[in-house]
């Protein structure tokens, strides 16, 4: 029954570390998308994408990068993890413009930067 | 940018008590309104829309384009209820969410 599905649920690395966050999901979506979960602070959007190879920044693309070469799985990569970057990370899908049931969301990753 | 302000981080209410989450967004365009819930170790899931106008659970929420508010309410809580709450929006012909910072209830028995 699950549908969006994040590889760890959860990591400890150390500074300085390249970190790589994966996610597939089953339910055929165009688009996915990465956010981290902080307390006080919700949810804010660190990359989507709407297409195989494409990509576009939300609103903390930085020290992340993301890569799409099929379209069910959706990787974060930490250039280089730093202990700001300690958070929860979750992984959505949904399909393309228009509405619809909105994002199905992965169980989430907490990542610990030591 | 667009913005969702959830203005209570924590909301405590007895059980059988009504609750109100507040919800407000900068006005910019039409909006797609959302509510979200997410349980104690489980995963974040769609709780409601406002294009669906449905009830929820119990929850319904009314979009006011005037005060440009999205607030859910339930007028007896139960202790099932206890979760984080993230009101989220989404303008027309865009593929992204913005989350509000989230409401923690908790329902007392």
């Known amino acids: ?114 | 940018a667009q913005r969702v302000t959830q203005p209570e981080k924590l909301l405590s209410v007895f059980k059988g008590a009504p609750v109100e989450l507040k919800c407000n967004y900068s006005y910019s365009g039409s909006p797609e309104l959302f509510w979200y819930v997410q349980y104690s170790r489980q995963r974040l899931q769609l709780l409601l829309r406002h294009i669906s106008r449905e009830s929820i659970k119990g929850f319904t929420a009314d979009l006011n384009k005037g005060e440009t508010s999205f607030h859910l309410k339930k007028p007896f809580a139960q202790e099932e209820d206890s979760a984080m709450y993230y009101c989220a929006l989404r303008w027309r012909n865009d593929y992204k969410l913005s989350f509000g910072a989230g409401t923690t209830v908790t329902v007392r028995a």
């Open chain 1, 1 to 114: 029954d699950v549908k969006v599905t994040q590889s760890s649920r959860y990591l400890v690395k150390r500074t300085g570390e390249k970190v790589f966050l994966e996610c597939v999901q089953d339910m055929d979506h165009e688009n996915m998308f990465w956010y981290r979960q902080d307390p006080g602070l919700g949810l804010r959007l660190i990359y989507f994408s709407y297409d195989v190879k494409m990509k576009e920044k939300g609103d903390i693309p930085e020290g992340y990068s993301v890569s799409r070469e099929k379209k069910e799985r959706f990787s974060l990569i930490l250039e280089s993890a730093s202990t700001n970057q300690t958070s929860m990370y979750l992984c959505a899908s949904s399909f393309t413009l228009g509405g619809g049931p909105g994002y199905t969301f992965g169980s989430g990753t907490r990542l610990t930067v030591v």
